[in-house]
DNA sequence: TTTAATTCCTACCGTTTTGGTAGGATTTCC
DNA sequence: GGAAATCCTACCAAAACGGTAGGAATTAAA
């Protein structure tokens, strides 16, 4: 039931280059984050692969955010980071289960994801999550 | 981000005392589990030290809930059994932290616990949770 | 065309957490 | 006294976490 620092490392870095509109470079992320570039290219990979990072390599490349910070919602971006860990427990995720407890488990799995996907990463950068 | 087994064990060891009027023993709940007697006296001893439920030593002994169903929460009961990995992050549990995404991690924290405080034993065991 | 800057790929590794097992001490009923 | 139960302590294997390391591939610019 914890965040993995890999996901709040991911959240750290995309409210950094929401404010950014050239390519940032992870040697530039590890100054300001204190995490090393090479950890954090881990990071940026899942975010590249689902979409929500554009990497551009080569000299003067870097990462970049692939749409606007109102259209990233914090719900995709945690369950990338999380990768497979989202589903809080295997009952839930596998069909025919029926365990009384099931339901309290997909209650509480739906409620995080309609709270994460409520707040965008404009929200975020901008300190508008109440 | 995912529930222990630990904890998914404790929820259905208390569904299963729920509609119990005698302590059930350890072993007793092995049966009805599959888990091992050794592992769920550990389970148990937890929610025993929280108060959640009562444990009688002896012959004749076992597990019984130390109040009714509908007056335990299952806020106090995975918190309980979570043990310290409750917090999310380090990051919303230590003061004075100002990154940028704590709120989204302080309104998930409270998010998940008002979710799970609004159920009871009895709403599980009854298969009530909506 | 070379060079420097950058991401991408693969492998490795120490530490912590998870999910148990084992044995026996202690308590309590009969 | 014996049986049935919890409690206590220690141990252990496997997985996850949080990195590190080295180099290949790509690209812009000199």
């Known amino acids: 039931m914890k965040i993995s620092s890999k996901t709040h490392y991911g959240v750290q870095i995309l409210s950094?280059?929401?404010v950014k509109t050239?390519?940032?470079s992870a040697k530039e992320l590890e100054k300001c984050t204190g995490v090393s570039s090479k950890y954090l290219e881990k990071v940026l990979?899942?975010?590249s692969d689902v979409g929500v990072v554009t990497a551009t390599r080569g000299a003067n490349g870097g990462y970049s955010l692939s749409r606007s910070a109102d259209e990233i919602?914090?719900?995709e971006v945690v369950r990338a980071l999380e990768e497979d860990n989202m589903e809080i427990?295997?009952?839930v995720a596998k069909q025919g289960c029926c365990c009384p407890s099931s339901k309290?488990?997909?209650?509480l799995f739906d409620g995080i994801n309609q709270i994460l996907d409520g707040v965008t990463l404009k929200d975020?950068?901008?300190g508008k999550v109440i």
């Open 124 to 126: 975020i950068s901008e």
């Open 22 to 24: 050239q390519p940032v």
């Open 73 to 75: 919602r914090m719900g």
């Open 104 to 107: 309290l488990w997909k209650k």
């Open 45 to 47: 990979k899942i975010l």
């Open 16 to 18: 950094f280059l929401a």
């Open 89 to 91: 427990i295997d009952c």
